[in-house]
């Protein structure tokens, strides 16, 4: 992931990307003010293609100071909550009620970490969270802060809201969580890490986002595992992170109408849902996945 940013920006430096690429939502405006990608406005109006037709989240990534600079490809959601139901049949926990909200799942996490081989020891635990440096973390906490109703920065973007009651209470939270019943490691733990652990069955539940679901299947086969919604608040509601990608134009592309005739095919209703792995941008492609 960081690997294919530095080589595309690298490229794009040196005149050399290529006609079409995607970016992650969150690298559209670096891109865009950068000069690297051109806008579609025109391309859009000509078209007639509307914004309507995908998530909203999805198309205001593409948006950067009142332009247009990507169409939406996928999208994809931080924070779900993956939970082993073999492990929550071993400790008595309903195999089909995953935790709604925070305190269950606190409660949830400490009858799921335990001394399974008898050595004095906790070697099973009921989460994996992570702090390490990565983007992961970022998402998680974030998650969290914003299903309790708080914030990173006020809503005219001018201060930073964290030390606020709802963001303090959200980080309290997680730190809880960290400490009661997750592994030791946890500032420098990653999400690769805590998703190697949940596959080797030593945490009951892990946080992530959608596209580890074909990662587990594939390192965990005999794994009876489910999906949820990230524990709210009692008060709150689950919040996750939006993610995806974007298509866009090189600005130095020599190809530009046939790259836009190539972005419109590809994002279209029929097309979309077969060339992705996660949810479609488009939302009448999405239906199959939602239904």
Known sequence: YPVYRDKLLVAATAGAAPEIFVVDQIWNPEFA???FVIP?????????????T???GAWDSCVHKGKVWGIPFDVGVWSQLFYNRDMFREVGLDPNRPPVYWDEYLDYGKKLT????GDGTSDQWGSGMYGGRHEGTICQ?????????GSILSEDFSRCVLGDKASVEAMEFYKKVVDEMSPPGATARTPDDAVKLFSASKIAMHLQGS??????????PEMDWAVSLLPKPRRGESVGTYGGWNLVIYQKSKYKDAAWEF???????????????????????????LA
Request: charged share 25%.
């Open 40 to 52: 579609l406005d025109d391309y859009i109006a000509r078209s007639g293609l509307s914004s309507d």
């Open 141 to 149: 906490t974030d998650a969290f802060i914003f299903s309790n109703g």
């Open 54 to 56: 995908f998530f909203k």
């Open 114 to 117: 335990r001394d399974v081989d």
């Open 263 to 289: 972005i419109k095919y590809w994002s279209s209703k029929g097309i979309n849902e077969k060339v992705i792995a996660l949810v479609p941008a488009n939302k009448e492609s999405a239906d199959i996945f």
């Open 211 to 220: 596209w580890v679901q074909s990662t587990i299947t594939a390192r965990a």
């Open 33 to 35: 003010a950068a000069g």
